[in-house]
């Protein structure tokens, strides 16, 4: 297995580029979302999916679009990129298994973004 | 809404000394709590958890108690080690049906030998 991938693992746009942000996972989790980290903030959601199909805003969404057309795979799309988007990425994905307190959200490496 | 608070660090401690972060939390119901660990240049993994009140999650040495009445849920480890240096987040999930995790600030840990 292995596990939850991200690509790439460091990235530099320019104002006003577009990109994606590649997430797959081989766990065949059901939910995989994004976060973005900033000193002093925590992660915060951007979007979920709880399925092929289903996407969903979290605290953080403007300025990036997802799609979840697979079960494994599901990009982060940087419509026209921003200073303020400067930050670290995780891609993270779950079963829907929590009985027995077996939940758990496993977590890619990241993607570090600048944006000049 | 939900919301979790941390103490603010960073913290620097000396090996064998002994670490606390504090981790209290804002939520309805019964929300399922998470330590995560971030080693440098690394994603986040699970340190421990706990799932209902008075339950203690454990690992690596680290504990943390869900305290429903305090709304706490405090890591401890006894003797800290170098390699224990590390960000820690703790980290709320609302119910059963709801996947989002709410993560506090973070607290970054450096330990000297």
């Known amino acids: 297995n292995a596990g939850v991938t991200q690509t790439p693992k460091f990235q530099v746009l320019k104002t006003g580029q577009s990109m994606t942000l590649q997430c797959a996972q081989d766990m065949n989790h059901e939910y995989m979302s994004w976060y973005r980290q900033d000193p002093g903030m925590g992660l915060r959601l951007i979007h979920y999916?709880?399925?092929?199909?289903?996407?969903d805003q979290g605290e953080v969404p403007n300025g990036y679009n997802v799609s979840r057309s697979t079960t494994e795979d599901f990009p982060l799309r940087l419509l026209s990129a921003a200073p303020s988007q400067t930050s670290v990425y995780f891609c993270?994905?779950?079963?829907?298994?929590?009985?027995?307190?077996?939940?758990?959200?496993?977590f890619g490496p990241g993607t570090r973004l600048t944006v000049t | 809404g939900n919301s979790v608070t941390q103490m603010e660090g960073p913290v620097t401690l000396s090996e064998e000394a002994f670490l606390t972060i504090n981790c209290t939390y804002t939520?309805?119901?019964?929300?399922?709590l998470f330590w995560y660990v971030q080693y440098p240049g690394e994603g986040l993994q699970l340190l421990l958890k706990a799932t209902k009140a008075d339950d203690k999650g454990s690992n690596k040495g680290f504990e943390a108690t869900y305290r429903k009445e305090t709304t706490s849920f405090h890591l401890e480890k006894g003797s800290v080690q170098v390699s224990d240096s590390a960000v820690y987040f703790c980290?709320?999930?609302?119910?059963?049906?709801?996947?989002?995790?709410?993560f506090g600030a973070g607290t970054t840990v450096t330990v000297r030998a």
């Open positions: 993270a994905s779950s079963s829907f298994q929590t009985s027995g307190g077996k939940y758990e959200q496993y």
């Open positions: 980290a709320l999930k609302k119910g059963s049906n709801d996947y989002k995790l709410s």
């Open positions: 939520a309805t119901g019964y929300p399922s």
């Open positions: 999916s709880v399925g092929a199909g289903i996407t």
